[in-house]
């Protein structure tokens, strides 16, 4: 199984809430591909202090859009501040990366 590194997600990758979390917009996610199998490895860092945010992997049942028939694959739910960060073995397909705002 080949690893290859995509990158950080700058702000030209289509985000559903433009990079943003808010009380009237917790959540925002993040879709790509993967061409062949591989690792996954999704890291969410620098959250601000006093803030808390969780990071979750989902695999799309075909229709392009996170919705309630993909299934979640894995979380990473750390208390406060603290990363996230996740690492999968994935076949090739579509993936949602959504982070959620918990706190703040």
């Not at 199984?1 to 702000?11: H, K, R, S």
């Not at 985000?15 to 979390?21: D, E, I, P, R, S």
């Not at 992997?57 to 993909?70: A, T, V």
Request: net charge negative; hydrophobic share 30%.
């Amino acid at each position: 199984m080949a690893n290859y590194n995509v990158g950080i997600l700058q702000t030209s990758v289509n985000a559903q809430n433009n990079h943003t979390l808010t009380s009237s917009a917790p959540t925002d996610v993040f879709k790509f591909e993967l061409n062949q199998s591989g690792t996954i490895n999704l890291n969410l860092h620098d959250i601000s202090s006093g803030d808390d945010a969780d990071l979750y992997l989902y695999r799309d049942n075909g229709n392009g859009y996170l919705d309630s028939g993909d299934t979640r694959i894995t979380s990473s739910r750390n208390g406060g501040n603290s990363n996230d960060t996740i690492a999968h073995s994935a076949t090739a397909g579509t993936y949602f990366a959504e982070v959620e705002r918990y706190a703040n």
